[in-house]
């Protein structure tokens, strides 16, 4: 920021804005007055960007069968398999059916223990947009690698098939394959992603003509005149190519101009088709560079592979393999039955939005037996499903919430095959008939990530429900949380935006960003007493505050809870902070937090079976076991149904409800539907605390709300009848910065006013 400050400082003024007068002194002055204040002011504020984290299928280290063979990946008995039907993370082309990469998994020896290969080969797949060398659409050679699209580097710019696809070891990272239609005037930049921006300089109407440049951090790197009247042989195609770690006549990027128009005010041109690889960037892969715990073990033309070994799988571990994929393990994990389950993440942490999907679902009847349940057989969705269902859930679809410590899953997808069979192979469109796709989200108890406890010792739950996708906190006015607790008010919820056992260290004054506009501030710390008084606020307006003892552990005494009216329930709970300790720092005082809790009440909305999401109507709360099981006690339940057809079609990509969509393939024939999934989409928005330990929460983004729901958030009303009295603070606490403020503001103004008088008017 103090960067930002002082060059906006040093901008030329425009002619005569500051002239030789002491109004254009003045001016100067106050400018930089400002610029010290901005800069006083962001000192006091701690945070950072949060993640997406896409998850794998769930493993169990002794209750899984070992199905593959650890050598070469073909069916065995020694090794788990992940790829990109079992792990979103990893690259799939939906319209191609293509995907690269696969993790071997075994024990190491007798030890709890993992040996983890990581293997991937480039394959051909063709152009979103429909470049043809006659009869044959064209493409490229794509590399997932690490979970990220690349390119294998080619000479071959005319590639059909999987003859020549280029070599693994020289690889760039794809930027952009779309055939989205962008149009453009006269002098209309387009941003294509990774610093790379194209330039429509110069439009001939009359000779159908446009005129180009490609600049990579704003500088050009070429240019082209396409004429986008010629047709043949793809010459209204800009072509760029060059020599890429040593591969002559290497193309790295394809513009389609589709046509040069006049129109009302400009000349335009239309764009529709564009690829582009990071040309900038490329990696030459070699046996030499290893990514973390990742080791090269066999660097070739056709495949590359990588290899972590003997990886202690430990309790409550997040362990970091390298290029943002982390092993984790529950919390008590022992590789022993019911205590065994791992998984693996893949983290992006650059802001911007990310497509958390489902398994692929084959469009072809015979092919969807992974998916299919007979839900008829639980008691409590018979009434709403007589026969066989595609089941999403948090095994196949990693969006969905999940809790592992818990082993809590709450939400269910499910298309009903009675009343919307699969078509025949050949069809254009999938039509899910009104009242077919179905959605159940059930609220669980589940620990909080910090260690609270019940004064009987017993560790304290909360409850949680997924929607769409996301995180959700349903009112409860009883902070035990026990398994049936009566108090919970499913059809009243709130976003969860943070629960963490992480570790935060603040001194007096100094922000924590919790996300969603929250922050909490120690506005005083008492070392010998001990006490810590904070402030909670929304939108930088204050919520609550409170003083808590750091040394008072019995009953939880250490712990700030706000609690508050909200939707008309009384004492619900929106926040709680763990103070874990008071201490003197070498320079000021400390307070270390370790356990935050909140929900965002700001979000709260009360559900009504009025109310509409997109296709989906909400039908009410119901009282279900759990869904997948069959088993336990009755769980309270939101039931959701389409309150129309909605049809798939091939290319098709759409809104369901909320932040969930659908999108489908298309097959070699023109129009026929081929693969489709359900998506959802996250966010990193640069939100969110940041821990000592250098490990992010990850914030969830904020939902739409229904279409129909006529009640809105009521603002919280403190149910504390007292207010605690606030430290009194010493004279120097309380106006210490102001007074080094106006110490430095005197400084200034002398020393400019010196300047002034005794230097710059005798030079005049």
Not at 242 to 270: D, M, P, W
Not at 685 to 697: A, H, K, L, V
Request: aromatic letters at 12%; glycine letters at 6%.
């Amino acid at each position: 920021m103090a960067d930002k400050c002082f060059s906006h400082m040093r901008k030329t003024p425009r002619s005569g804005a500051y002239h030789n007068n002491y109004g254009g002194k003045y001016m100067q002055m106050k400018h930089l007055i400002v610029a010290l204040i901005v800069l006083l002011v962001l000192a006091g504020t701690a945070s950072a960007a949060t993640s997406v984290d896409i998850r794998s299928s769930i493993i169990k280290f002794a209750g899984d069968a070992k199905t593959f063979n650890y050598d070469d990946g073909a069916a065995g008995t020694n090794a788990w398999k992940l790829d990109a039907m079992t792990w979103a993370g990893f690259y799939y082309d939906l319209n191609n059916n293509r995907f690269t990469e696969n993790l071997l998994i075994k024990q190491n020896g007798t030890a709890v223990k993992v040996d983890i290969k990581y293997t991937t080969a480039p394959q051909f797949v063709e152009y979103e947009y429909t470049w043809k060398s006659g009869a044959n659409n064209l493409g490229y050679s794509v590399i997932g690698f690490f979970a990220e699209p690349y390119v294998a580097i080619s000479n071959n710019s005319s590639m059909i098939d999987d003859t020549d696809l280029g070599d693994a070891d020289k690889i760039a990272k794809l930027v952009i394959d779309s055939n989205d239609k962008y149009t453009l005037s006269t002098g209309q930049s387009l941003d294509l992603g990774n610093g790379y921006t194209m330039v429509a300089n110069q439009i001939d109407v009359n000779g159908d003509k446009a005129y180009f440049s490609l600049l990579k951090d704003g500088k050009e790197i070429d240019t082209g005149i396409i004429n986008a009247s010629d047709k043949t042989n793809n010459n209204d195609t800009w072509f760029l190519n060059k020599t890429i770690l040593g591969v002559s006549n290497a193309e790295y990027l394809r513009v389609h101009v589709n046509q040069v128009f006049q129109g009302t005010s400009s000349s335009l041109v239309e764009i529709k088709g564009i690829w582009l690889i990071d040309v900038a960037n490329a990696i030459e892969v070699d046996s030499e560079t290893d990514y973390g715990k990742f080791e090269a073990s066999s660097i070739g033309k056709t495949e590359l592979v990588y290899e972590a070994k003997g990886i202690a799988l430990t309790d409550d571990m997040s362990t970091d393999l390298g290029k943002g994929i982390l092993l984790e393990t529950q919390k008590n994990f022992t590789g022993a039955a019911n205590l065994d389950k791992f998984y693996f993440l893949k983290s992006y942490t650059t802001p911007g939005k990310y497509e958390v999907r489902s398994t692929v679902t084959p469009y072809a009847d015979d092919d969807q037996t992974t998916l299919k349940t007979y839900k008829a057989t639980v008691p409590a969705l018979a009434t709403d499903l007589t026969g066989a269902a595609l089941q999403y859930d948090y095994l196949n679809f990693a969006a969905f919430y999940y809790n592992v410590d818990a082993n809590a899953y709450t939400e269910f997808l499910m298309v009903d095959l009675v009343g919307s069979p699969v078509p025949a192979a050949t069809a254009t469109t999938y039509k899910i008939a009104e009242g077919d796709l179905l959605y159940y989200t059930q609220a669980k108890p589940v620990g909080y990530e910090y260690n609270w406890k019940t004064s009987a010792d017993a560790k304290m739950n909360y409850y949680v429900i997924g929607l769409f996708g996301e995180a959700y906190v349903p009112f409860n006015m009883n902070a035990t949380n026990d398994v049936a607790n009566p108090n919970v008010d499913v059809e009243k919820i709130s976003k969860l935006v943070l629960d963490s056992n992480d570790k935060y260290v603040l001194s007096t004054g100094q922000t924590l960003d919790l996300g969603s506009g929250y922050t909490i501030v120690p506005n005083q710390i008492d070392v010998n007493g001990d006490k810590v008084y904070f402030e909670f606020f929304k939108d930088g307006k204050s919520v609550d505050s409170s003083i808590i003892n750091a040394s008072e552990k019995t009953n939880n005494n250490d712990t700030w809870v706000y609690d508050a009216e909200l939707l008309g329930e009384k004492n619900v709970q929106i926040l709680r902070v763990h103070v874990n300790q008071v201490f003197q720092g070498t320079e000021s005082s400390l307070v270390e937090i370790k356990g935050i809790w909140l929900m965002d009440y700001a979000t709260a909305q009360a559900l009504d079976t009025d109310d509409s999401f997109g296709a989906l109507d909400f039908d009410g709360k119901f009282s279900y076991k759990d869904i997948a099981t069959n088993t336990g006690d009755n769980l309270p339940t939101l039931k959701f149904s389409s309150n129309k057809d909605i049809s798939i079609t091939a290319d098709s990509d759409s809104k369901i409800a909320n932040n969930l969509y659908y999108k489908a393939g298309s097959k070699d024939t023109p129009n026929t539907l081929k693969n489709f999934y359900f998506y959802v989409v996250k966010e990193v928005d640069g939100s969110g605390p940041t821990p000592d330990n250098n490990t992010t929460t990850p914030v969830p983004p904020t939902p739409e709300p229904p279409q129909n729901n006529t009640t809105q958030p009521e603002p919280p009303k403190d149910n504390n009848t007292t207010t605690p009295a606030e430290p009194t603070p010493s004279f120097w606490d309380q106006y210490k910065w102001w007074i080094i403020g106006a110490i430095v503001l005197i400084i200034i103004i002398g020393a400019g006013a010196y300047y002034y008088f005794n230097v710059y008017s005798k030079k005049n």
